[in-house]
């Protein structure tokens, strides 16, 4: 294994920029076929992301190593890093899909009978990547990928991999050769093979020649590369479609300088920016999309409706402890949880507007369910806090009980149900106000 350290960038976002090479060509298990191009692909992409006037990266490799030495490398590679850096995390190896839809990454002594023991785990990974502070995380995956292997088992219908479902880490972007099984068991026979990629070697051949920077503004971010990756597979006469999967993204992630590129912001002695941020340029193109749209008023829909529901169970529940006078009206109480909802599912479209990518339906569902997902499994209580406050339809109930409480105040000092009618509304207009606030400040201030 080897070790480059870190540098540090400075360009409106601010952190170091590393890289962790993963690759695995010789296995112990028979049925494993060595793999050709794993090693040189994992040097010639560590070479151009180390490179000072290419990708800037301190590089560190681990080659044909047991999982356990993998794994701890891996949690090594994520652990006390700082907000602003960008961790690229690449993985070129067997990729193994059990029976019950789990993902491994083989490693050199892993045995399929004992994946658990012996594979790096998808949700390992997801897990420490999850975990890591950095907002700037990358992972490639060059995987020949099996279908179910147990004894017995044959070759399953299902030949997707369904990478987006083992990964949810905030701030991560996932791009993978391919999102389907090449191969499979039955018993110990394999069926089918494992194809030589080139999507590695495309990728490192693009940054070194500056012809993955496809909007030719001088640097490589990862739409780039992906939209790189993409054309040169769909030349190939090979069953390999590249995918790319975001989560909760802020801004545009630069890799790599273009060698050949136009002059880029900054020069090639200067440091290399980690993120540009998404309100850099023209306005987004995401709001004059229809499936924008359709998404926004879809996600309203659901706002409105699970925050209306949820202060409903939450008055009667309050009413049933014997808090009666004190308590708005009940067409009080679902109009402000039903305009909380709203004004929530703007806030998500104001964040969501910003980005530069094409616009998917469910792209604001999907912010959504992983800040409940930070709920549920936060990372520190710094992120829990910040998860309640934008868990729609959860941060809605906790302004109604705040609310609720101001309200009472008005009941029993400013003239009983008339203070309280008052009371409410104003209390929960201005906590909205301030929750919505702090969290587009934060989510801008996360985007530099």
Request: proline content about 4%; glycine content about 8%.
């Amino acid at each position: 294994m080897t070790d480059g350290g870190g540098r540090m960038t400075d360009s409106g976002a601010a952190g170091r920029r590393l890289a962790l090479i993963v690759a695995t060509s010789a296995y112990e298990d028979d049925g494993l076929a060595r793999l050709v191009s794993p090693a040189h692909d994992a040097a010639a992409l560590a070479g151009v992301l180390a490179d000072p006037a290419i990708g800037d990266f301190a590089v560190s490799s681990v080659l044909d190593a047991p999982s356990g030495q993998i794994a701890q490398t891996i949690e090594d590679f994520a652990a006390e890093r700082e907000r602003g850096d960008l961790l690229l995390l690449y993985l070129s190896c067997h990729g193994l899909k059990d029976e019950q839809g789990r993902l491994y990454f083989a490693a050199r002594d892993t045995r399929r009978e004992r994946l658990r023991s012996t594979a790096v785990s998808a949700g390992f990974v997801n897990d420490v990547l999850f975990a890591s502070r950095s907002r700037r995380k990358v992972l490639l995956l060059d995987c020949c990928y099996s279908g179910a292997f147990a004894r017995g088992l044959s070759v399953k219908a299902d030949r997707s991999v369904h990478t987006a479902d083992h990964f949810d880490a905030r701030g991560l972007v996932v791009l993978t050769a391919s999102d389907a099984t090449q191969y499979a068991f039955e018993g110990d026979n394999p069926v089918g093979r494992a194809t030589p990629s080139i999507f590695t070697a495309s990728l490192a051949d693009g940054l070194r020649t500056g012809a993955a920077d496809i909007d030719g503004d001088g640097l490589v971010s990862v739409d780039d590369v992906y939209e790189y990756a993409r054309r040169c597979l769909a030349e190939q006469p090979r069953l390999q479609s590249p995918r790319k999967w975001e989560f909760d993204v802020a801004g545009t992630i630069v890799l790599a300088r273009s060698p050949t590129g136009a002059a880029p912001a900054t020069s090639v002695t200067a440091a290399l920016p980690v993120v540009l941020s998404a309100d850099r340029g023209p306005v987004s193109t995401r709001i004059r999309q229809r499936q924008w749209w359709l998404g926004l008023l879809l996600f309203a829909a659901t706002a409105v409706v699970l925050s209306a529901l949820l202060t409903r169970w939450i008055l009667d529940w309050v009413y049933f402890l014997g808090a009666t006078d004190q308590l708005p009206s009940d067409g009080a109480g679902l109009v402000a949880a039903a305009s909380g909802g709203a004004a929530w599912a703007v806030a998500y479209a104001v964040v969501d507007a910003a980005r530069s990518l094409p616009a998917r339906w469910y792209d604001l569902h999907l912010r959504w369910l992983v800040t409940l997902r930070q709920v549920f499994k936060p990372a520190d209580a710094r992120e829990f806090l910040r998860a309640v406050r934008a868990a729609v339809p959860l941060n809605v109930a906790v302004t109604i009980l705040a609310s609720v409480g101001v309200g009472a105040l008005g009941y029993l000092y400013l003239g009983g149900s008339e203070g309280r009618d008052k009371a409410f509304p104003f209390a929960f207009t201005v906590l909205t106000g301030l929750l919505v606030g702090t969290y587009l400040t934060n989510e801008k201030r996360t985007k530099v």
